[in-house]
């Protein structure tokens, strides 16, 4: 998948854990544990907002976009 969830990444930087951040955002651990995997189809603006405003981050400092192997440029 050309999209790459680096969420574990800040959340190292702002030295918070997954639990902390589910509880701030309002979503289980479980699901910020399927986020952190990238094993979601998608996420909500509004997820991401308050990501974003818990880590204060970006989005693009959680998402990254890496084209396969093969795609053009």
Known sequence: MPIIIELDVMLARR??????????????EQNVSLL?????????FETLEKICEVLNCQP??????EPEDGAES
Do not use: P, Q, W
Request: charged share 40%; glycine share 14%.
């Open 15 to 28: 030295k918070m854990r997954s639990k902390e951040l589910a509880e701030r955002i309002g979503i289980t």
């Open 36 to 44: 952190k995997s990238g094993k979601v189809k998608g996420v909500r």
């Open 60 to 65: 693009g400092d959680i998402l990254i976009y």
